[in-house]
């Protein structure tokens, strides 16, 4: 069974910064893009940044964009996300996703994702 894990989430006071790991199993992790995205309490879920399988290609919300940085480490089959100058609205559950689309079907998996908080 395909497994994201999630972890670095918590308590962070404004400016602070976390990094975020997402560890993949049971599946090709290079073949995949991967993202993370967040969904704060009462709002929906949304794109914070990708990279492409064979990495090098990213894109970002342009809320985030210069301050966090997603990166991917296919021979441990992981992706980080890189979380500076942190600000109360980045307050979310961020979530991993492994995406590939074939010519025959869709593959699109998901973390149970971690927690960040944003508060002095």
């Known amino acids: 069974q395909v497994q994201l894990v999630e972890s670095g989430g918590g308590l962070v006071q404004p400016g602070g910064s976390l990094r975020l790991s997402c560890v993949a199993s049971?599946?090709?992790?290079?073949?995949?893009?991967m993202s993370w995205y967040r969904q704060a309490p009462g709002k929906e879920r949304e794109l914070v940044a990708a990279?492409?399988?064979?990495?090098?290609?990213?894109n970002y919300a342009d809320s985030v964009k210069g301050r966090f940085t997603i990166s991917r480490d296919n021979a441990k089959n992981t992706v980080y996300l890189q979380m500076n100058s942190l600000k109360p609205e980045d307050t979310a559950k961020y979530y991993c996703?492994?995406?590939?689309?074939?010519?025959?079907?869709?593959?699109?998996?998901w973390g149970q994702g971690t927690q960040v908080i944003v508060s002095s």
């Open positions: 996703n492994a995406f590939q689309r074939t010519s025959l079907r869709v593959y699109d998996y």
């Open positions: 049971r599946f090709t992790f290079s073949a995949y893009a």
């Open positions: 990279e492409t399988s064979a990495g090098g290609v990213t």
